[in-house]
């Protein structure tokens, strides 16, 4: 059973550019979260998805970020015209429906030049 | 606010000494509590988890947590670290009564002396 897949591992924008970075869950998992790791911080909640749902989301910049999880295919959070604060390590986490353990991917590291 | 304390952001022990990692979190009711362990530009492995009865739990890698009540704590130790324990520790906790999310510690990064 493959783990979380997250691509791509590195991404590098420069400013004004978009980001998209695809979160495939684990098999049989149908929720899906995403949270940002700045530099020398711990994680923060972003988003909270099921199929086609946004649950919460709290944690998400008010401007320039969205996320999706389609029916079909991966999760996508996206970054529209990314700004140098926006470089950070993005990891997605997925678990199965009332599971409270989250499973998490290695994380998309975004730099923005 | 819902937060979680890791009061020691950087800690060194050598190889062999025992290690405890200090967790705090700040809710009136009891949340399900998480230790993750981070390797340099790695995701997040789960090392434990605490939901619910004894209250000493054992995780991988030969380490263990114990939920105190009373003092808001989950502490991570471990008796005897080996070189390949070097890492960034996080606390985390999932508060029932809301989303299901994560909240995060800041994390201490763990140095191992020879």
């Known amino acids: 059973n493959a783990g979380v897949m997250q691509n791509p591992r590195h991404l590098v924008r420069r400013r004004g550019q978009e980001a998209r970075l695809r979160c495939s869950p684990m098999?049989?998992?149908?929720?899906v979260y995403w949270y940002r790791q700045l530099p020398e911080e711990g994680l923060k909640f972003m988003v909270y998805?099921?199929?086609?749902?946004?649950?919460?989301e709290s944690g998400m910049p008010k401007e320039r970020f969205s996320a999706e999880f389609p029916k079909e295919g991966p999760s996508i959070l996206r970054i529209q015209q990314v700004v140098r604060g926006d470089s950070a390590a993005y990891f997605c986490?997925?678990?199965?429906?009332?599971?409270?353990?989250?499973?998490f991917g290695p994380g998309t590291r975004l730099t923005v030049l | 606010a819902q937060s979680v304390t890791q009061p020691d952001i950087h800690i060194t022990v050598s190889e062999g000494a025992s290690l405890e990692l200090r967790c705090n979190y700040s809710?009136?009711?009891?949340?399900?509590l998480f230790w993750y362990v981070q390797s340099p530009g790695q995701g997040l492995q789960l090392l434990l988890k605490?939901?619910?009865?004894?209250?000493l739990v054992q995780g991988i890698k030969g380490f263990e947590a114990e939920f105190k009540r009373s003092q808001s704590s989950f502490n991570l130790r471990k008796p005897s670290v080996h070189w390949s324990d070097a890492a960034e520790y996080f606390c985390?906790?999932?508060?029932?009564?809301?989303?299901?999310?994560?909240?995060f510690g800041q994390g201490t990064r763990l140095t191992i002396n020879p």
């Open positions: 986490a997925s678990s199965p429906p009332s599971m409270n353990e989250q499973f």
């Open positions: 098999k049989g998992h149908s929720h």
């Open positions: 998805l099921q199929k086609e749902n946004i649950i919460d």
């Open positions: 809710y009136g009711a009891t949340p399900y």
């Open positions: 605490y939901f619910s009865g004894d209250t």
């Open positions: 985390a906790v999932v508060y029932i009564q809301g989303a299901q999310k994560l909240v």
